[in-house]
């Protein structure tokens, strides 16, 4: 999933990206509001975890700007202020959660994953296609109970696609949801990925099929 952090603390922000990035998400990092929100006018995410005080430009403005667009994007407001009234602003704004610093980054990846689980509808951690189980709070998959390995990108992909099994995610969209803006993908890239994914999900129940100038989908049987 593709996450965006607005976050002016370095090694905070530092922390949080590697710790997103190692358990498959993209992610991009900005420090600088008035930057965040011209970002969030024209990129869609699946996350935004933002703080408050920020430069040029702070998280609750940022926030109230983004509903006012109808984005339905969740955001986790991640902030030092503590007071009851910045909780109840932040909610009334539109914001998903609040999670108030210092605080664990176990606790800070839980809370995403519910509202990443929430906002497709779903109320566990374990998708399910066929003999693939995917485990989205140990970032494990599992053919017939048998664990596989799978790179970063390549369970993000198959995390993206069974998460709605059907449905066709064209190629540009998941290049968009599998890179940042600091990444150089091939022309290629996904490609590949679905052809490595193809062959360790092979006699899974789990197909992923390419449809010719749509993209792609997977069937589970």
Not at 181 to 197: H, I, K, W
Request: aromatic share 6%.
């Amino acid at each position: 999933m593709r996450i965006l952090l607005v976050e002016d603390t370095v090694d905070v922000g530092e922390a949080i990206v590697a710790r997103f990035e190692r358990i498959g998400h993209t992610v991009d990092w900005e420090k600088d509001g008035g930057v965040a929100d011209e970002v969030l006018e024209v990129q869609s995410y699946d996350l935004l975890i933002l703080d408050v005080n920020l430069p040029a430009l702070d998280g609750f403005s940022i926030l109230k700007r983004l509903r006012q667009r109808k984005s339905k994007t969740p955001v986790l407001i991640l902030t030092a202020r503590s007071q009851i009234d910045d909780r109840v602003d932040a909610l009334d704004l539109g914001a998903d959660d609040y999670l108030v610093k210092p605080f664990d980054y176990r606790e800070l990846e839980a809370r995403a994953r519910a509202l990443l689980r929430r906002s497709a509808g779903e109320s566990t951690n374990q998708l399910v296609c066929g003999q693939v189980t995917i485990d989205r709070g140990s970032r494990a998959v599992a053919v017939n109970g048998i664990p596989i390995d799978l790179t970063r990108r390549e369970l993000t992909l198959l995390e993206i696609l069974t998460a709605r099994p059907g449905r066709i995610f064209g190629k540009d969209e998941l290049v968009d949801q599998l890179f940042g803006f600091d990444d150089e993908p091939s022309a290629n890239a996904v490609e590949q990925y679905v052809a490595r994914l193809r062959k360790k999900l092979a006699g899974s129940g789990a197909e992923i099929r390419t449809l010719r100038g749509l993209g792609y989908q997977i069937v589970c049987q």
